[in-house]
């Protein structure tokens, strides 16, 4: 009876590995264009992103400093003056998609998700909940959303005398392609 227990454990959590279901990818896309009066946007294609289908975890992780702006001194503010990023060298999501019955990934088709979680940007950490969509084509996941970050709930200070130009808060357009792994 021992033995039929022990096979029946190993061939179950060997089952799940097979079931498992993670798509990643590290060359997802991340842009932001601040609501000022001047045209500052910014690009980032090194986007690191982890989805288990399974579990509806999802994580993404962004290297700042790989963020291209038009313009070299634009780039260099944001980096030294705005978001520190020697300091802080990366944003970070975790958290999970809400609705995981919403997203079929056995079935092709886009799907409405919310992902609920912890954004950290410039060190600091805010609940967010993250609504956009999930595209199943095959064994690839395309997940997209839009949304604001407000400068001062990330300790992002702008001064004064540029607030006009940067505004206060960017608007944020995620795109990542996920494989199946």
Do not use: W
């Amino acid at each position: 009876m021992k033995k039929i227990i022990v096979t029946t454990a190993i061939v179950l959590m060997g089952m799940s590995s097979v079931f498992a279901q993670k798509y990643m990818t590290r060359t997802g896309k991340v842009s932001f264009k601040a609501n000022g009066n001047e045209d500052i946007r910014a690009i980032n294609n090194e986007v690191n992103c982890i989805l288990d289908a399974t579990t509806g975890k999802v994580g993404f992780q962004i290297m700042i400093k790989s963020f291209k702006f038009e313009k070299a001194l634009m780039q260099e503010h944001f980096n030294e003056n705005y978001m520190e990023s020697d300091k802080f060298q990366k944003a970070e999501f975790s958290g999970k998609i809400d609705n995981m019955d919403a997203a079929q990934y056995q079935k092709d088709g886009t799907y409405k998700v919310t992902a609920t979680g912890t954004m950290t940007v410039h060190g600091e950490k805010k609940e967010v909940a993250i609504p956009g969509t999930i595209t199943v084509a095959g064994d690839k996941l395309t997940l997209q959303a839009n949304f604001a970050i407000l400068f001062a709930d990330y300790g992002i200070k702008i001064p004064d005398l540029v607030t006009g130009k940067v505004g206060t808060k960017a608007d944020v357009k995620l795109e990542t392609i996920a494989t199946k792994k």
